[in-house]
């Protein structure tokens, strides 16, 4: 399964919302109802955080500010409110079916 | 939590050999499945393998690492290990072990902080 992110690149402003996209080239959606997406973010010099898990549940401790949706092939992180700790790389992964993939990774920076 | 250890330089040719100590869980769980993943600039984030019991012990892993990789759980320490065999530079990466849980799990994902290893003579 190939997991395309867009941006690449995603320059911005403290305090204005920001929006990475996820597309699957199948879906995920599992027979259990779980779409089995994950998102995380990855700040330098350390292991990547789960921020999203099954497409859309907040991992402990990640601020509300954090959103995940979609369903199937589709999926979409959001931040209301970017803040300059957000900044790093941030990764989709899939383990619907083997092998887990990733994304090629969206890199948040501050404008 | 999941403590990583193992050597940080490898030479060519060598196996690279990781070990994954479990705290908090049983590595003998059957709500877990315990991941071997890694990362490189070349490669990006990369599922290696795993292993996991259920009534008895299973192993799944990649294709890429076929014939080179053993993951084996230590049911007397709690803990999983990784074994890569004739590495080469390609193989330079951090290494993660990752233990992933069943949906209901909060948090369905726990990694280790990585071990960074370098393949050179």
């Known amino acids: 399964i190939v997991l395309t992110q867009s941006p690449l690149a995603l320059p911005v402003t403290p305090g204005e919302p920001a929006s990475i996209s996820c597309r699957s080239s199948?879906?995920?959606?599992?027979?259990?109802?779980?779409?089995?997406l994950d998102w995380y973010l990855q700040k330098p010099g350390q292991s990547p955080q789960l921020l999203i898990s099954?497409?859309?549940n907040r991992a402990p401790g990640v601020p509300d500010r954090f959103s995940g949706s979609g369903s199937g092939t589709d999926f979409t992180l959001k931040i209301s409110r970017v803040e300059a700790e957000d900044v790093g790389v941030y990764y989709c992964?899939?383990?619907?079916?083997?092998?887990?993939?990733f994304g090629g990774g969206t890199k948040v920076e501050i404008k | 939590e999941l403590q990583q250890s193992g050597p940080g330089l490898v030479k060519p040719s060598q196996t690279l050999s990781l070990t994954c100590a479990i705290s908090?869980?049983?590595?003998?769980?059957?709500?877990?499945?315990w991941n071997w993943i890694r990362q490189s600039p070349s490669r990006g984030l990369e599922w290696l393998g795993r292993?996991?019991?259920?009534?008895?012990?299973?192993?799944d892993y990649a294709a890429s690492m076929k014939g080179r990789i053993t993951v084996t759980a230590d049911t007397s320490n709690d803990q999983f290990s990784l074994q890569l065999n004739s590495v080469t530079p390609e193989d330079t990466a951090v290494y993660y072990c990752?233990?992933?849980?069943?949906?209901?799990?909060?948090?369905?994902?726990?990694w280790g902080k990585g071990t960074t290893v370098t393949v050179s003579s």
């Open positions: 990752a233990r992933v849980g069943r949906p209901d799990d909060y948090p369905r994902w726990v």
């Open positions: 908090g869980d049983s590595v003998s769980s059957n709500r877990a499945i």
């Open positions: 292993t996991y019991y259920r009534s008895k012990w299973f192993n």
């Open positions: 199948q879906s995920l959606l599992h027979s259990n109802g779980y779409n089995y």
């Open positions: 099954l497409g859309s």
């Open positions: 992964t899939q383990d619907v079916e083997l092998p887990l993939t």
